[in-house]
C-alpha cells in the first residue's frame, strides 16, 4: 500500500489549554499490519475530557502519552487490511485508535460492533465509554434507590446526559447541571430531566435549594470546583458523592481546587468515590445489553455534536474545555 | 443550697483561634433540680476539636451554641442532689454537662460510670466520645481487613491514638501521623504503632512513601489540610478515608482548604467517607463492651493529658489547636 497517514502527535506537555503549539501535524507512511493485526480507516475520533489528564506527566490509572507518539484517543472505523481470520475487511471496530487517519491495531484492541444496530457514531457515546462510564459510575458507584433524588453535572454531556436518562429509567428525580439555556432546555424538555440549573445565569446554590428540597441523595460530578463545592452543601444523609471527572479543573494553570465543603461528608455521613471505565472492563457486556435495549426501545437518546476534519483536531479539543458541545464530541476524519 | 456556679459563656463567634473576649465568665447561682433530674458536681471537662465548629452559626450534625449560652462541653462529675430514682447522690455520670462548675440535667441526658472499672477521667477519652469514635470510624467506616495498612494523623491525639492500636489489635500495619518526636515515640513505643511520621521534622509525602510501599488501604483523617492531601497521594486501590475531623481547618480566617488531590478517589477507585459520633449512639453497648475488655486486658492504652482549673479553659481549649495535648486533653474542675 502506498496509503499517506496523517496524525497528530503531542509535542509538549501543555500547561493550561493545549495550544497549537503542543500538537505535531506529521505525515507518515502507513504501516502493514501484522499477524493478529489489522489496518483500520479511522471514520470517528472520540473527543473526551480525559484526554487532558493523558498529556500530563504524572501518575494515573493509565501511562501518560509520550512527547512525540500519537495522541491517544478512541476512534471507530473500518477495517481495510487484516492478518486477523476474526476480522474481516469491511468490518467496524472501535478502539484506542489515535488522533489519525489510519492505525494498525491488535484484534484483541479492537471491538467489532454492529453499524445495524446504531450509528457508528453512537459506539463512541452512548453505546462507548462514556455510556458505559454513565451506567456503571451511576448505577454501581451512586447506587441510586426509587425515589432519590440525582444530581448531576455536566448534564448536557456525553456522559451527564446518560447519566440523568438511567437514573430517570430508575426512578429517581433528577436536576441536572449544565452552562446555557440551551443545553437546559435539551437535558429537560429531550432528555426528560425533572430540573435543569444554569451555573452560568442562575445561583446554583439556591437552586439546589430549590430543587432538592429534602437534599441530594446521589451527587454525580463531572466538574468539580465551585460547582462541586456547591453540591457539598446540599447533602442529604448517606448521601453518595460519584467523582467521575473535574472537567473546571483539568487546565487550571495554579493547581487543582479541592472541595472546601468536603466536611459535609462528615455532617451527613456521606461518601465520595472515584472511578474509571477501565475498573469495569469485565462487566462491559452487561451495561452494553441494557444501554442497547434502552436505546432500542426508545428509551435513552443518544446525541452526537459531529465535527469534522482531523486537522481541525486541536481546537475541536478546546470545545470541551469551553462547554460548547451538546452530546457526545465527535470528529468525524473521513467518509465511510 | 446557696453554692455558686462559675461557667464560661459563648460571648461572641470567634474569628480564627478562640480569643479571651470571645468568653464571658460568669458567676450564677446554682439552680435547683426538678422533677426526673440530677444536679451535678463537675469534676472534669472534656476538651475536643470539635468545640470549635459547635462556636460557629452554621448548619451542622448539631446546633450551635448560642450568644450568651454557656459553652457546651462533655463533662464527668458526681451526683449531689437527685429528684430521679435511678440516680442517687454519689453516683458519678457523663454528659453534656457545660464549661462549669455544677449543671442541672435530665437523668436521659446522663450517664451513670462505674470508677472501679476506670478512673473517672477516662470516660471522657477511650471509654467516652473520641474512644467511640476512633472504634466506629476506624471499624465501621474504614473496614481495615488483615493485613492492611492504615495511617492516622493525630496519632497522638484522644480518638488517633486508639483508631492505632484497634487496628493493631484487627492485624493490620499501622502509621501514625503527628507533631514532634515527643508524640512520635508515644506512638511508636507506648501505643505500639509500626511506625510514626513527625510531620513538623519530615516530608509526609516522602515518609509515606517509604512507610507504605504498598500504598495506604485504610487512611484515618483527623487533620484536613496538607496532610490530607499528602496522604491521598498515597492511596491503594480501593482505599477508605475516613473523615473525622480536620482540627488544621478549624480557625482558618480565609474558609477550609478542600483536598486538592481528590482525584485520586478517582485513579484508585477509592473512597471517602465522613461521620460524627452520633450517628452510632444506638451501638455505643457494643462498642463500650469491646473497649472496656480490652483496656482490662492491657491491650488497649488509654492516656490522658490533665489540666487544672476552670479559669484556665479558654487557654487550655487552644492547647488542642496547638497541638500540646498527647492523649486525651481533660480540664480538672474539682476534687471528688
Not at 115 to 132: C, D, E, K, N, R
Request: glycine share 12%; aromatic share 6%.
Amino acid at each position: 500500500m502506498d496509503l499517506v497517514n496523517h496524525q497528530f502527535q503531542l509535542a509538549a506537555r501543555p500547561t493550561g489549554l493545549p495550544k497549537p503549539s503542543d500538537w505535531l501535524y506529521a505525515e507518515e507512511p502507513v504501516p502493514e499490519p501484522g499477524d493478529g493485526e489489522v489496518l483500520v480507516k479511522i471514520l470517528y475520533l472520540s473527543l473526551d475530557p480525559a484526554m487532558r489528564g493523558w498529556m500530563n506527566d504524572s501518575r494515573s490509572y493509565i501511562a501518560p502519552v509520550g512527547i512525540g507518539e500519537v495522541m491517544r484517543a478512541l476512534g471507530a472505523g473500518r477495517v481495510i487490511a487484516s492478518k486477523e481470520p476474526s476480522l474481516a475487511v469491511g468490518d467496524h471496530v472501535t478502539g484506542l485508535l489515535g488522533v489519525q487517519e489510519y492505525a494498525v491495531a491488535s484484534a484483541k484492541a479492537v471491538r467489532k460492533v454492529d453499524t445495524q444496530l446504531a450509528p457508528l457514531p453512537v459506539y463512541l457515546g452512548a453505546l462507548g465509554m462514556p455510556g458505559m462510564t454513565a451506567y456503571f459510575g451511576l448505577l454501581d458507584v451512586g447506587a441510586p434507590a426509587e425515589g432519590d433524588t440525582v444530581v448531576v453535572s455536566g448534564a448536557a454531556g456525553a456522559v451527564g446526559g446518560v447519566v440523568g436518562q438511567i437514573a430517570k429509567l430508575k426512578g429517581c428525580r433528577v436536576v441536572g447541571i449544565a452552562g446555557g439555556p440551551e443545553k437546559c432546555r435539551y437535558v429537560v424538555e429531550e432528555l426528560g430531566f425533572d430540573a435543569a440549573i444554569d451555573y452560568k445565569a442562575e445561583d446554583v446554590d439556591a437552586a439546589l435549594r430549590e430543587h432538592c428540597p429534602d437534599g441530594i441523595d446521589v451527587y454525580f460530578d463531572n466538574v468539580g470546583g465551585e460547582i462541586l463545592d456547591a453540591a457539598l452543601v446540599h447533602l442529604a444523609r448517606h448521601a453518595r458523592v460519584v467523582i467521575c471527572g473535574a472537567i473546571s479543573q483539568y487546565n487550571a494553570t495554579d493547581g487543582m481546587k479541592g472541595p472546601s465543603n468536603y466536611m459535609s461528608l462528615l455532617v451527613n455521613h456521606a461518601s465520595m468515590t472515584g472511578f474509571v471505565f477501565s475498573d469495569y472492563l469485565e462487566r462491559i457486556p452487561e451495561a452494553a445489553t441494557d444501554m442497547a435495549g434502552w436505546l432500542a426501545a426508545g428509551k435513552l437518546k443518544a446525541r452526537e455534536d459531529i465535527a469534522e476534519g482531523l486537522e481541525g483536531f486541536p481546537d475541536t479539543l478546546l470545545r470541551l474545555f469551553r462547554g460548547e458541545n451538546t452530546g457526545k464530541l465527535v470528529l468525524k476524519v473521513a467518509d465511510d
